[in-house]
């Protein structure tokens, strides 16, 4: 159709899949190219880690203090 082998498109699509161009997955059993939405950011996710790093932060604080009445 535009004069390319089936593998050259397989490798040249699995390139821009591994880089990020497009979000996507090649299905070679089927040959089928299944692209997806680029994926949104959760800043949840980023919140819910800083939560977490700052209730480490207090148990260890609260260790050590602890430790301390020993």
């Known amino acids: 159709m ?3 082998s089936k593998n050259i498109i397989e490798s040249k699509l699995s390139n821009m ?5 497009f979000y996507g997955v090649i299905d070679q059993g089927n ?3 299944i ?10 996710y980023d919140l819910s ?3 977490i790093k700052n209730m480490s932060t207090v148990v260890d604080l ?6 301390s009445l020993d």
């Open 49 to 51: 880690l800083d939560v």
């Open 31 to 33: 040959g089928w190219l």
């Open 35 to 44: 692209v997806y939405d680029e994926p949104q950011k959760d800043e949840t």
């Open 62 to 67: 609260l260790y050590e203090k602890a430790s």
């Open 2 to 4: 535009i004069g390319l």
């Open 17 to 21: 899949i591994l880089d990020k161009v």
